[in-house]
């Protein structure tokens, strides 16, 4: 094998992935849904995504948008709890058939959430059936050698909500000082509240 190659190709089969996405209105909703949230932004996927998601409410608390990653086998054994009517919630799942992720934003529905934003790419999605926005990631390529780990599936999921987060941020004009207050640790909680850091 010719390893340099081989992870060039990957690379390039992951940077297709994210330049594949089509930003419909549906993204435009999304960013507006999570502006006018009152509540708190939940988050959920499992495996792999469900890392995306946590990711996501991670970088959404930095930015000054509340946010709590509620993983969808806790939520049957109470961590739903933590759901009420004014928060929205932010799936992730590639196939939108994970069972657990499902059943959670049935539960969801019940609660009476203010809205559920679905990241899923394929069309017989059960997730596109249970949200009120989808953000569709495409056909995605898994550049793994079986075609089943997941690698260009979650760089998208990343990237979509990256940019989710980084609109959000300035819709609301978040400024440095705001970041700071969040984010105080570390070499970028320094830098928030420094001038002259590089």
């Known amino acids: 094998m010719d390893i340099r190659a081989r992870i060039n190709q990957i690379l390039a089969t992951e940077a297709q992935a994210i330049s594949g996405v089509k930003v419909t209105c ?5 960013v507006k849904a999570l502006c006018d949230c009152r509540g708190k932004v939940i988050t959920t996927g499992i495996g ?6 946590r990711k996501f409410a991670s970088t959404l608390c930095a930015t000054a948008t509340p946010s709590a990653f509620i993983h969808p086998a806790e939520a049957a054994h109470g961590e739903l709890g933590l759901l009420d009517e004014r928060d ?13 992720v499902i059943e959670m934003l049935e539960m969801s529905r019940h609660m009476q959430v203010t809205s559920i934003i679905g ?3 394929h069309p017989d999605s059960q997730l596109r059936k249970l949200s009120d926005i989808i953000l569709d990631m495409g056909i ?9 780990t997941p690698t260009s599936s979650t760089v998208v999921m ?7 987060a980084l609109t959000l941020m ?7 000082e ?5 984010h105080h640790g570390g070499y970028l909680g320094r830098k928030a509240r420094t001038d002259n850091l590089p």
């Open 48 to 53: 792999k995504a469900g890392l995306a998601a």
């Open 170 to 176: 300035e819709l609301k004009g978040v400024t440095k």
């Open 26 to 30: 549906a993204f435009e909703d999304a």
């Open 140 to 148: 995605i390529e898994e550049a793994c050698p079986l075609g089943l």
């Open 88 to 100: 929205v919630v932010v799936a992730f799942s590639t196939s939108g058939k994970s069972r657990e």
């Open 158 to 164: 990343i990237a979509i909500s990256d940019a989710l």
């Open 178 to 182: 705001d970041f700071g207050l969040r």
């Open 119 to 121: 990241i899923t790419s």
